[in-house]
């Protein structure tokens, strides 16, 4: 992978976290386009990487709010940010299961499978439509939610299904309130990303090479200047209630990918 390859897929990884089209597909797409012929373990090495320098973008862009609730936890009372920090738990539960438990499953999906990524991407897109016509509440996560939130984080594994598309829309779906969903959909994801880039390192997992050293650092940075831009806007297009747009573009890029695995 050269050094503009790096860029371009840093700046997907970036937009696509935050926004709901799918991350991990618009990468699987953009390897294809590239031709990239990475076996799936060093395909995923990359998108590690990736994946913190959003997670590092979204401490930054939350940063208030996570001092705030660092700073509730230290009073060791059953306070909003206990509470807050329990359902972030809660949330985990089922991504960290399923992540273990079929990792190699998982990788498996990864590496060239746009057929996989296309119909997906449909999926994506229902869940955004049905999300946009919900009505809007004033309500916050309860506890039952988290759960409900985090099954759909972890379907949202598979490539083409977007995170944050599913997070939220299940959130709005359940009737929680829009700006609330999107701030819970992203902080959520957090603590799993660090999880999952410290558990690959100390494994062994990722073995950086000398010769990749500058490109994925171009990827990393690539990702993370996105990553801040992509993260504020979202917060206000989810509060307009602008999910459709972004699910007529999945289908249309569904359809595509589908189009193209199958007549290509």
């Given at each position: 992978?050269?050094?503009?390859?790096?860029?371009?897929?840093?700046?997907?990884?970036?937009?696509?976290?935050?926004?709901?089209?799918?991350?991990?597909?618009?990468?699987?797409?953009?390897?294809?386009?590239?031709?990239?012929?990475?076996?799936?373990?060093?395909?995923?090495?990359?998108?590690?990487?990736?994946?913190?320098?959003?997670?590092?973008?979204?401490?930054?862009?939350?940063?208030?709010?996570?001092?705030?609730?660092?700073?509730?936890?230290?009073?060791?009372?059953?306070?909003?940010?206990?509470?807050?920090?329990?359902?972030?738990?809660?949330?985990?539960?089922?991504?960290?299961?399923?992540?273990?438990?079929f990792e190699?499953?998982?990788?498996?999906?990864?590496?060239?499978?746009?057929?996989?990524?296309?119909?997906?991407?449909?999926?994506?897109?229902?869940?955004?439509?049905?999300?946009?016509?919900?009505?809007?509440t004033n309500?916050?996560?309860?506890?039952?939610?988290?759960?409900?939130?985090?099954?759909?984080?972890?379907?949202?594994?598979?490539?083409?299904?977007?995170?944050?598309?599913?997070?939220?829309?299940?959130?709005?779906?359940?009737?929680?309130?829009?700006?609330?969903?999107?701030?819970?959909?992203?902080?959520?994801?957090?603590?799993?990303?660090?999880?999952?880039?410290a558990k690959?390192?100390?494994?062994?997992?990722?073995?950086?090479?000398?010769?990749?050293?500058?490109?994925?650092?171009?990827?990393?940075?690539?990702?993370?200047?996105?990553?801040?831009?992509?993260?504020?806007?979202?917060?206000?297009?989810?509060?307009?209630?602008?999910?459709?747009?972004?699910?007529?573009?999945?289908?249309?890029?569904?359809?595509?990918?589908?189009?193209?695995?199958?007549?290509?």
């Amino acid at each position: 992978m050269d050094l503009l390859e790096a860029i371009i897929l840093g700046v997907i990884q970036g937009l696509t976290e935050f926004l709901p089209v799918s991350s991990s597909g618009h990468l699987e797409l953009a390897k294809a386009l590239f031709g990239d012929t990475s076996v799936p373990q060093e395909s995923l090495t990359f998108t590690v990487v990736l994946h913190a320098a959003t997670a590092l973008s979204t401490i930054v862009v939350f940063r208030k709010e996570i001092a705030e609730i660092f700073k509730g936890l230290f009073q060791f009372t059953w306070n909003e940010e206990m509470q807050f920090s329990v359902k972030i738990v809660l949330s985990m539960i089922p991504a960290v299961i399923i992540g273990l438990a079929f990792e190699k499953e998982l990788e498996s999906f990864f590496g060239g499978k746009i057929l996989l990524v296309g119909f997906m991407l449909l999926v994506t897109a229902v869940l955004l439509l049905l999300a946009d016509k919900a009505k809007n509440t004033n309500k916050s996560v309860s506890f039952k939610n988290s759960v409900i939130i985090g099954i759909s984080q972890a379907i949202a594994m598979l490539p083409g299904i977007s995170r944050s598309g599913a997070t939220i829309s299940t959130s709005v779906l359940l009737g929680v309130d829009r700006t609330k969903a999107a701030r819970f959909s992203f902080l959520m994801v957090v603590p799993l990303i660090l999880g999952k880039v410290a558990k690959d390192i100390l494994s062994g997992d990722i073995n950086f090479q000398s010769s990749e050293i500058i490109p994925l650092s171009a990827g990393f940075i690539a990702a993370f200047i996105s990553g801040l831009l992509a993260c504020t806007w979202m917060i206000a297009l989810v509060k307009k209630s602008k999910l459709s747009y972004f699910s007529l573009y999945c289908a249309i890029v569904g359809l595509i990918a589908i189009g193209y695995s199958l007549f290509f």
